[in-house]
C-alpha cells in the first residue's frame, strides 16, 4: 500500500535523488498548447519548497503529486513510481547473451546445436520466472507513466511561476522526475547501434544524444513526433518487412501521445520500440546461428575437449567419480563374459550398457558429472523408455483379463487401440500413476467390449484393475522391474551395434546420420486429381518402436566418447589422494576462447570460428552442476575477457535458446 497525502513533507530513509534525465515528448507536455490545459485544473501543489528540503523529501512530495493528480490509478502509478526498477525490461544487458562472442563461447549451446537442427533464441517468459518477469514489467511501465505525467506537470508550473524560488522549486521537481526515461532512451540507442550497419552509428549517436533530449524535454521544446517519424523510418530499413505493421503502430502511439497528451499511449508506443528492438535482436541471433550450424557442430569435439581439459584442471569435473562408474560396469561386463564364455566387451560396450542401466534404474545419480551437458536429454530418454514400460503394462494387463476364446488378431487390435487412448490419456507428461483411473476405464471398456457386453462398464472388474495397475505402474514394483529388464535387454544390444557403426563419423557426420529432418510436404501433382506415387512394398522399412530411442542415444554416445575417452576414461588413473579438490588449487594457465573470423567487409556471418587458448588466473570454481539444477539464461564469453569465457554459470544454466521438435 503507497503513504497517505501528506500535507508536509517528512524526511525519511529514502531512495537518494538521481538526476537520471529522461527523454519523452515533454515538450508536448510542457508547451503552451492545448493539452497542457489538463494540468491547470490539477489540485494546487506547494508553492514552493523550503532551501532546506532534502532530496527524500522532494521525492516524497512527487509522489504525492502523482497520488493526486492521476487518479482514478494514482495509488498504484505512485506506488510503483517508487518501487519499480529503474531500468527498462529490455536493455543491451539483457540481450547480451545474443551478441556473436556470447554464441560461439557458450558451450551448452554448441552442444545442443548439435541435436536439433532448429534450435533458436526466443524470450524466456514460462514459468514462475517469467511470470515474475512479466510482472515487473508492467510494473516499470506504469511507473513511466507517472514520469511523463510529472514532466509535463512540473514544466508548466515552472512556465507559469510568478517569484524565482517557486521557479527553482519546480525545477527542482523536474530533475528529481528524472529516473527512468533516461534509461530507456540509452537503451533504445545501444541496441540499435548493434543492429545497424558501422557507417551508420555516427548518424544513429548523433540523433540519439540523450543529453541533449533530455535538455530539450526539461524546456519543453522536444519533438517526440519527429523523433519517433525518424526512429520508424530506421528501423523499418534494418527490420524483416513482417514487422512494419508493428512500427507503424508504434510511431502512431507515441505521436497520438505527443499530440493529446496521453501517457498511457507514450508509453504503449516506448514499449513497443523495445519489443520490436528485441525481435530484430532475435532475428539476427537466430539467423546467425542456422548459418553458424555447420561450423559449430564441425568443431564441437575440439572446442568441448579444450574446454572440459580446461574445467578438469580446475576441478570442476570429479574424473574419478567418472572413472569409478565407468571401471565398475567394464569388470562386471567382463567377469560375465568370462563366466559365459563370450567375447570380452570393449570399452564403447561398457559406455553405452553403464549409460541404459543407470537411466533405467539408478534414480539417484542416473548418469556421471561427465554427462552435464546431456542431463536435460537423458532425462527426456528415461521418461519415454518407462512411458515404454507402462505401455507394455497396460496391455499385458488387458491381455491377462481378456477371454481366452477371444483370438490373438483381435487382442492386438485391441491393445493397439488401447495404447493410443492411454497416450491420450497421459499426454506428453506421461505422468501413469496419476492416471490410474482414466486408464483402468479404458481397459475394461475394452475388455467388455471384446466381450460382447454392453454397456461396456463394470463396477467391480474396474475396481480390481484400478488396484492393480496401481501397484504395476509404480517404478518399484516387481512387475515394472522385470519389464524394464526385458526392455534393457531388448534395447542394449541393438545400441551396441548402432554405436559400433557410428563411432567413427564426425559430429556433422552424425547429425546427418542420426537428427531428424522436417520433410517437406508433397506438392499436389499438377495433372489429374493430385494422386501420389506409392512407393514398392520392399522400399518401406519396417517400423521398429525401440529406433528412435536407440538413435538418440548413440548420438549423445557417440560424441561423449569423442570428446570424453582421453581425457576422463582412457586417462591414466590418478590416486585416491590426488582429488579434484586438491588439483583445483592450481589454476589453469589458459582458457579456450572461440573468435569469429569475417570475410572482409563483412560483420554479421562468419565464416569460420577458430578457438585460441588465452592466459587465464581463473579463482577456485564452484563444483559440477547438478542434473535437475534450475536456471537462468545462460552469460556467454566475450572475447576481449578471457574471465568471462570461463562460462561458469554456462553450464548451471538453462540455455534461453528452445529446440523445436523435428519428426
Same mark, same amino acid.
Given at each position: ?14 531512495? &537518494?535523488?538521481? %538526476?537520471? #534525465? +529522461? *527523454?519523452?515528448? @515533454? !515538450? $508536448?507536455? /510542457? &508547451?503552451?498548447? %492545448?493539452? #497542457? +490545459? *489538463?494540468?491547470? @485544473? !490539477? $489540485?494546487? /501543489? ?618
Amino acid at each position: 500500500m503507497h503513504r497517505k497525502t501528506r500535507s508536509q513533507p517528512v524526511s525519511a530513509d529514502r531512495e &537518494s535523488l538521481e %538526476p537520471e #534525465t +529522461t *527523454s519523452h515528448d @515533454s !515538450a $508536448s507536455m /510542457a &508547451s503552451t498548447s %492545448p493539452a #497542457t +490545459t *489538463s494540468y491547470e @485544473s !490539477a $489540485s494546487p /501543489a506547494l508553492s514552493c519548497s523550503s532551501p532546506a528540503m532534502s532530496d527524500q523529501e522532494l521525492i516524497y512530495e512527487i509522489f504525492d503529486y502523482i497520488l493526486e493528480n492521476m487518479e482514478p490509478n494514482g495509488a498504484d502509478i505512485s506506488h510503483f513510481y517508487e518501487v519499480a526498477t529503474k531500468q527498462p525490461p529490455i536493455t543491451p544487458e539483457s540481450l547480451a547473451e545474443l551478441d556473436m562472442p556470447r554464441i560461439i563461447n557458450n558451450p551448452k549451446l554448441r552442444h545442443d546445436v548439435n541435436f536439433d537442427r532448429e534450435l533458436h533464441f526466443r524470450p524466456n517468459l514460462e514459468g514462475s520466472k517469467g511470470k515474475q518477469k512479466l510482472r515487473s514489467a508492467d510494473q516499470y511501465w506504469q511507473a513511466l507513466e507517472g514520469e511523463l505525467f510529472m514532466y509535463g506537470f512540473a514544466a508548466v508550473r515552472k512556465q507559469t511561476a510568478a517569484y524565482p524560488a517557486a521557479q527553482a522549486h519546480w525545477e527542482r521537481v523536474l530533475r528529481g522526475t528524472q529516473r527512468r526515461l533516461r534509461q530507456i532512451f540509452e537503451a533504445i540507442r545501444d541496441i540499435l547501434s548493434t543492429l545497424v550497419p558501422d557507417h551508420e552509428q555516427k548518424r544513429i549517436r548523433a540523433r540519439l544524444d540523450v543529453d541533449l533530449i533530455m535538455q530539450q524535454i526539461t524546456n519543453g521544446v522536444c519533438d517526440l513526433i519527429d523523433l519517433s517519424t525518424w526512429l520508424a523510418t530506421v528501423v523499418k530499413k534494418h527490420c524483416a518487412p513482417m514487422r512494419d505493421e508493428l512500427v507503424d503502430a508504434m510511431s502512431m502511439d507515441i505521436q497520438r501521445g505527443a499530440l493529446e497528451n496521453r501517457h498511457d499511449k507514450l508509453v504503449n508506443g516506448l514499449r513497443q520500440l523495445l519489443n520490436i528492438l528485441e525481435a530484430m535482436k532475435l532475428d539476427v541471433a537466430n539467423h546467425q546461428i542456422r548459418h553458424m550450424r555447420p561450423l559449430l557442430v564441425d568443431d564441437t569435439v575440439n572446442f568441448q575437449r579444450r574446454y572440459n581439459a580446461h574445467r578438469i584442471s580446475l576441478g570442476k569435473i570429479e574424473v574419478r567419480k567418472c572413472q569409478k562408474w565407468f571401471d565398475e560396469e567394464m569388470e562386471g561386463l567382463t567377469a560375465r563374459a568370462i563366466e559365459l564364455g563370450t567375447p570380452q566387451p570393449t570399452t564403447l560396450d561398457a559406455l553405452s550398457s553403464a549409460l541404459l542401466r543407470d537411466l533405467l534404474f539408478n534414480e539417484a545419480t542416473p548418469c556421471p558429472p561427465s554427462f552435464y551437458l546431456d542431463y536435460d536429454r537423458l532425462r527426456i530418454i528415461r521418461n519415454d523408455i518407462r512411458s515404454t514400460v507402462s505401455h507394455e503394462i497396460c496391455r499385458a494387463t488387458l491381455a491377462e483379463l481378456t477371454p481366452p476364446w477371444v483370438s490373438p488378431a483381435e487382442l492386438l487390435k485391441a491393445q493397439g487401440a488401447l495404447q493410443c487412448a492411454v497416450s491420450a490419456i497421459v499426454g506428453m507428461s506421461s505422468r501413469f500413476t496419476e492416471r490410474v483411473e482414466n486408464i483402468a476405464v479404458e481397459i475394461v471398456r475394452f475388455l467388455l467390449v471384446l466381450e460382447g457386453r454392453y454397456p461396456p462398464f463394470d463396477g467391480t472388474l474396474l475396481g480390481m484393475v484400478e488396484q492393480r495397475l496401481a501397484q504395476a505402474l509404480q517404478p518399484t514394483s516387481q512387475a515394472f522391474d522385470k519389464l524394464a529388464r526385458d526392455t534393457c535387454d531388448r534395447l542394449l544390444p541393438k545400441l551396441k551395434v548402432c554405436v559400433d557403426a557410428h563411432i567413427r563419423m564426425s559430429a556433422l557426420d552424425l547429425q546427418d546420420a542420426l537428427v531428424s529432418t522436417i520433410m517437406p510436404a508433397l506438392s499436389p501433382s499438377p495433372f489429374g486429381f493430385g494422386a501420389v506415387l506409392t512407393p514398392p512394398a520392399g522400399m518401406v522399412k519396417q517400423y521398429d518402436p525401440d529406433e528412435d530411442i536407440v538413435r538418440r542415444m548413440t548420438h549423445i554416445i557417440c560424441l561423449h566418447w569423442q570428446v570424453w575417452a582421453d581425457l576422463v576414461y582412457l586417462a591414466p588413473k590418478v590416486g585416491e589422494a590426488d582429488t579434484s579438490a586438491s588439483a583445483s588449487l592450481t589454476p589453469s594457465p589458459t582458457i579456450p576462447i572461440a573468435q569469429a573470423v569475417y570475410a572482409p567487409g563483412k560483420k554479421w556471418l562468419p565464416v569460420s570460428v577458430t578457438v585460441t587458448d588465452v592466459p587465464s588466473g581463473m579463482p577456485t570454481p564452484a563444483s559440477t552442476p547438478k542434473p535437475a539444477a534450475d536456471a537462468d539464461i545462460p552469460r556467454g564469453t566475450e572475447g576481449a575477457d578471457p574471465e568471462a569465457g570461463d562460462a561458469t554459470q554456462q553450464e548451471s544454466e538453462s540455455l534461453d535458446a528452445h529446440q523445436h521438435p523435428t519428426t
